[in-house]
């Protein structure tokens, strides 16, 4: 072998090895976002534990109640990797990312901006695909690259595969621009999302829907601005678990007028007693904070919570409405809808959370924290 043919085989030998090992040390790089089989990392913000459960590496969701799971981390700058399959034809979910804390008013769902995750059963439109959309959703922004007039940013190419065939996604996302790589290519992107450092969910809609392999690999950070921040992390808890009335009590007298409606938790307002048209908490407090979103029905004409009184002229028949507030050394301040409508208004100092309705109502989102002194 000639000197020069020599040096050829050899560089060229070296250069292999040398590609391996830094690929291998970027998948080293990679954490995963699930240690052991257990959701230790991770928030039930609106599901129970009986949605998600783990065997032989796999973690499997029931469809049941719709919401989400999301981490204890915020992430800004991130690659993401992602085998999914769903188990049912037709099925729906999504990976969220840059989310709030909590899920939106009126829905059961973050602010962010959503991976779409669908089986091809679900069909197709003019408005979505089943492989690999991705648009800002519940007041989150974002400009498509490969749009049809709106925000959604479609897929170039059609490459995700049917139920109950495995998929691998790959999103990457920096400095607001995100993009999504289906079983091996680049296929979709957007830009310019607000906002851009926040929690990453992972969806239940409906549909049984499994996931492996899911790690993470973080990005140096970029500048970001307070307004493309998501609203960390509250310390809010769920009340309701989506699935039943466990958790609460309800008098005999109104069993047939409260009813668990997946994420929905509704009053049809006919309970002919006091008694029947009021639910509490079986746990109780002392100085905490709550949220809720309340949908009044025709006919509504009161809300009573916690022994104090609501003033229901800021809520609209029909409407979600938010109302935030904290119960402390026996006083309430509240706001609906940001807007700061009543202080000080007596309360018991201590007991459970409990609504008492005259007329039908929705109720949503209803989480509890506590007040750190």
């Known amino acids: 072998m000639s000197m020069l043919r020599y040096f050829i085989v050899t560089g ?205 690999r973080e990005l140096p950070e970029t500048p970001v601005k307070p307004e493309q921040m998501a609203i960390a992390n509250r310390g809010y808890r769920s009340l309701y678990n989506g699935l039943d009335l466990d958790g609460w009590k309800l008098d005999k007298e109104g069993e047939d007028n409260w009813h668990s409606q997946d994420w929905i938790l509704a009053y049809d307002g006919k309970a002919d007693t006091v008694l029947g048209k009021m639910l509490k908490s079986k746990e109780r407090f002392k100085d905490y904070g709550f949220l809720f979103d309340i949908k009044p029905g025709a006919g509504f004409d009161g809300l009573g919570l916690s022994g104090g009184v609501i003033p229901t002229q800021h809520t609209k028949i029909g409407e979600w409405s938010r109302l935030e507030g904290v119960i402390e050394n026996g006083k309430m301040s509240l706001s609906v809808n940001g807007e700061q409508v009543t202080s000080d208004n007596p309360v018991p100092d201590s007991g459970p959370f409990d609504l008492d309705l005259v007329g039908p109502a929705e109720f949503a989102n209803i989480y509890v924290r506590e007040i750190k002194k």
């Open 12 to 216: 060229f030998a070296m250069g292999l090895l040398f590609s391996n090992h830094n690929l291998l040390a970027a998948d080293d790089d990679f954490k995963p976002l699930f240690i052991g089989e257990d959701l230790s990392d991770w928030v039930l913000t609106n599901t129970p534990a009986e949605t998600w459960s783990f065997e032989e590496g796999l973690l499997k969701c029931t469809g049941k109640p719709i919401g989400e799971i999301r981490t204890e981390k915020m992430y800004q700058n991130f690659i993401m990797e992602v085998e999914w399959r769903h188990m049912v034809p037709g099925g729906n979910a999504g990976i969220f990312v840059w989310a709030d804390d909590i899920t939106a008013r009126g829905v059961p769902f973050h602010r962010g901006v959503e991976v779409q995750v669908l089986d091809h059963a679900y069909g197709q439109s003019q408005g979505h695909t089943t492989h690999g959309d991705i648009f800002p959703i519940h007041g989150a922004t974002m400009t498509p690259i490969n749009g049809r007039g709106g925000s959604r940013a479609f897929p170039t190419e059609e490459r995700s595969k049917p139920s109950p065939e495995w998929n691998h996604y790959r999103i990457e996302c920096n400095d607001g621009a995100i993009s999504l790589s289906v079983n091996g290519k680049l296929v979709t992107q957007g830009k310019d999302a607000s906002p851009r450092k926040g929690y990453i969910c992972i969806e239940s809609e409906g549909g049984v829907v499994h996931y492996r392999n899911m790690k993470i």
